[in-house]
């Protein structure tokens, strides 16, 4: 609990000092074996020791791959739990997180993938197949699946070409960049600072008691990304267990199958049998 200790008492300014990459690697040392992310699919758990691990090693693989400080990569992802692992793994590398909401069209997604120039996607199941075509109408160059997908790179073998320390960043180099619909509908970049994701972090300790006594379901990515990925964060920051749920549909059953106290879910979801859930909403 001492490193829990570290992270949650941080003020804004000093929390700017680690990119929170880097304070859930260092916070992970002090859950060890205690279940971080718990995936769609009937698969053991990640460790929190395991994922800092995983974090570090697949960061190599994709530096390996050609990923450079300050590229942006595509998050093209349907589960929490490898939106978890490609974000951070991304900006262990130095890169950029750029999600790409599941709901648009495969040419909405070339676009966005283009205009950030984005030359790799990580992606997976079900979304792989359009992550590929949009790949061909980009400037994306490989596209890297956690599932087994025809003409893609199995994220399994970013894992075998050492480790990298997540690196440090100043607060106002850019950390994330969701794309939001504008008014007319085009897609707009709205980027984030390391300062933005701080202070983010800084206003959810303030108002969302979460613990590593908690399991968080969560629903698919949803939104522009900032929400989501902050409340994710701040579960994982504060030791919780962090459960995929593969549809909203699903929250109930998932409750009782994993033993949830709360949920991350989309706007206006409400889960009338299990009242017990405090539910985090995200436009």
């Not at 700017?16 to 769609?40: F, N, R, S």
């Not at 960061?59 to 942006?72: H, I, M």
């Not at 984030?192 to 206003?203: F, G, K």
């Not at 949803?222 to 989501?228: A, E, K, N, P």
Request: charged residues 15%; proline residues 6%; contains cysteine.
């Amino acid at each position: 609990m001492g490193s829990v200790a570290k992270v949650t008492d941080m003020t804004v300014t000093e929390m700017t000092d680690l990119t929170v990459t880097q304070q859930l690697v260092e916070a992970a040392a002090g859950h060890g074996d205690h279940a971080a992310l718990i995936g769609p699919v009937a698969t053991e758990p990640y460790s929190y020791a395991d994922l800092a691990s995983i974090i570090q090693h697949a960061a190599a693989g994709l530096a390996w791959r050609g990923l450079r400080p300050r590229d942006v990569v595509g998050v093209y992802v349907a589960d929490v739990a490898s939106y978890v692992l490609a974000c951070h793994a991304i900006s262990a590398a130095g890169g950029i997180p750029c999600p790409v909401s599941a709901d648009l069209s495969v040419g909405e997604v070339a676009g966005q993938l283009a205009d950030c120039g984005a030359r790799m996607v990580l992606t997976g199941a079900p979304l792989a197949a359009a992550a590929l075509a949009a790949a061909d109408r980009s400037w994306v160059r490989q596209v890297i699946s956690f599932t087994d997908a025809p003409a893609t790179t199995p994220f399994s073998s970013l894992l075998g070409m050492g480790s990298l320390q997540p690196p440090a960043a100043r607060p106002h180099d850019l950390a994330l960049l969701p794309y939001r619909r504008a008014i007319g509908g085009a897609l707009h970049p709205v980027g984030l600072t390391h300062l933005d994701l701080a202070a983010e972090l800084t206003d959810l300790r303030n108002t969302a008691d979460v613990t590593d006594r908690d399991v968080v379901l969560t629903a698919p990515p949803v939104g522009d990304g900032r929400s989501y990925t902050a409340l994710v964060d701040h579960a994982l920051l504060h030791g919780a267990t962090v459960a995929a749920v593969a549809s909203t549909d699903e929250l109930a059953s998932a409750a009782t199958q994993h033993g949830g106290t709360a949920a991350i879910v989309p706007l206006g979801v409400q889960v009338p049998s299990a009242e017990s859930l405090r539910l985090f909403a995200v436009a």
